[in-house]
């Protein structure tokens, strides 16, 4: 991407409201991402392109709520010994050819990360026996890769899942637990 482009669509980026109703949901016409703008349907139409053809934007999705389908959603955390080009060409290779998909599992995201973990993996599966397959194929297959036993973790609920507000956030308060009789001041 040149530095020109990179500059116009990051800081003096006009676009960033457009891109900010894309975000918001990109299903929507050019004339009603145009309004909510405060522009016209051209602009908003060379301002997506010119994102698209950029690279900036990458894609478009649907967001599932895991609970309405009886899915369920996972965290798997992996601690890798330094990168190798072989464990890099077997990550860029499983998820190219949709390796999880054989198994039954939907992958939502995929993140290689500086820090404690070196991939986190969010995905979803129809139940747990699902997700430990998946897990244990993940262990089987670098497990001349791994430096420490991966991690699962079950997701009890999404707040904003890929920038989208869950429409049904309430309901975290579900998650309260009740207060201890030997606690309660009334």
Same mark, same amino acid.
């Given at each position: 991407?040149?530095? $020109? %482009?990179?500059r116009? *669509?990051t800081?003096?980026f006009?676009? +960033?409201?457009i891109?900010n109703?894309l975000?918001?949901? !990109?299903t929507r =016409?050019?004339?009603?991402?145009a309004?909510?703008?405060?522009?016209?349907r +051209?602009?908003?139409?060379?301002?997506?392109?010119?994102?698209?053809?950029?690279?900036?934007?990458?894609?478009?999705t649907?967001?599932?709520?895991?609970d309405? *389908?009886d899915?369920?959603?996972? *965290?798997l955390? %992996?601690k890798?010994?330094?990168?190798?080009q @072989?464990q890099a060409d077997?990550?860029?290779?499983?998820h190219?050819t $949709?390796?999880p998909g054989?198994l039954?599992?939907?992958?939502?995201?995929?993140?290689?990360? $500086?820090?404690?973990? @070196?991939?986190l993996v969010?995905?979803?599966?129809? @139940?747990?026996?699902?997700?430990?397959k998946y897990?244990?194929? #993940?262990r089987l297959?670098?497990?001349r890769?791994?430096e420490a036993r991966?991690?699962i973790i079950?997701?009890?609920? =999404?707040? #904003?899942?890929?920038?989208k507000?869950h !429409?049904?956030?309430?309901?975290?308060k579900?998650?309260i !637990?009740?207060?201890?009789?030997?606690?309660?001041?009334?």
């Open positions: 991407m040149s530095p $020109n %482009l990179k116009n *669509i800081t003096e006009k676009g +960033q409201r891109l109703e975000l918001r949901d !990109p =016409s050019l004339e009603e991402i309004r909510a703008c405060g522009s016209y +051209q602009k908003v139409w060379r301002e997506k392109k010119k994102m698209e053809d950029s690279g900036a934007v990458w894609g478009y649907a967001v599932v709520d895991e309405a *389908i899915w369920k959603a996972f *965290i955390l %992996l890798f010994k330094p990168l190798t @072989d077997l990550l860029i290779r499983r190219l $949709n390796a054989e039954d599992i939907r992958l939502m995201d995929t993140y290689y990360l $500086n820090g404690i973990y @070196d991939l969010i995905f979803a599966a129809p @139940d747990w026996i699902t997700a430990r897990y244990d194929s #993940i297959e670098y497990e890769f791994l991966p991690e079950d997701v009890a609920f =999404s707040l #904003i899942r890929w920038g507000v !429409p049904t956030i309430e309901r975290l579900e998650f !637990p009740p207060m201890p009789s030997y606690r309660r001041t009334d």
